[in-house]
């Protein structure tokens, strides 16, 4: 009786189970990817925006004063910004030309709420004569 020589090769059912696997293993790498992006992306804006916050410290910085108490407006790259400032409450000499003022500064995407940044400060300004 001649032996029946077995087939070699995979069935359907390891072919189908095999390729399950492989398209489980391919959607994780491709969710991680992903959100990999999704993370970068927000990370950009919110260095963009702190840039911009400490830009807007710097000119204000640079102006004479009296400062404008409400400034707001939008930034080239997409982003709205608002100052606000406030004498600053403190015991100081009134003969003292120097003046404390509470400076904040928020910057946040036009699209999300994501990559906000305020910057709360006390700057010192020379009294206006």
Do not use: K
């Amino acid at each position: 009786m001649p032996t029946q020589a077995r087939q070699q090769g995979f069935t359907l059912i390891e072919v189908v189970v095999a390729f399950a696997v492989f398209s489980l293993c391919v959607a994780a790498v491709y969710e991680t990817f992903a959100s990999a992006v999704h993370r970068s992306s927000q990370a950009a804006e919110r260095d963009l925006a702190w840039l911009t916050a400490q830009s807007l410290l710097s000119q204000l910085r640079e102006q004479s004063m009296p400062w404008q108490n409400d400034q707001s407006g939008l930034a080239p790259q997409g982003l709205r910004w608002q100052l606000h400032i406030e004498p600053y409450q403190t015991e100081q000499d009134l003969r003292s030309p120097w003046r404390a003022y509470a400076v904040y500064v928020r910057v946040e995407p036009s699209h999300s709420a994501a990559g906000r940044v305020q910057i709360d400060t006390v700057e010192l300004a020379r009294a206006p004569r």
